[in-house]
């Protein structure tokens, strides 16, 4: 499940943390929360950010999965 997590410090920090997204798709999804909370002071990535995406076939027939090239 893709997940978002703000986190909020005592000190008024927000924290912004993925899960469930592969590769920059996690940058993606959270552009615009990022941009709400201010400048960016600082960027750990995850393992999870190298891992390449999962594809899904997107040509199917009702006998399955048919290659489009």
């Given amino acids: 499940m893709k997940t978002i997590e703000i986190i909020v ?3 008024g920090e927000a924290r912004i943390e ?3 997204y592969a590769g920059a ?3 993606e999804a ?3 929360l990022e ?3 201010g ?3 600082s960027e ?3 393992p999870a950010f190298f891992q390449q995406p999962v ?3 997107t040509h199917l027939s009702a006998g399955g999965y048919t290659n489009p090239s």
Wanted: glycine share 4%; charged share 10%; hydrophobic share 35%.
């Fill in 39 to 41: 400048v960016r002071q």
């Fill in 55 to 57: 594809s899904v076939p």
């Fill in 44 to 46: 750990q990535l995850t």
């Fill in 9 to 11: 410090s005592p000190q």
């Fill in 25 to 27: 798709a996690c940058q």
């Fill in 18 to 20: 993925t899960r469930g």
């Fill in 30 to 32: 959270s552009r615009l």
């Fill in 35 to 37: 941009a709400a909370l």
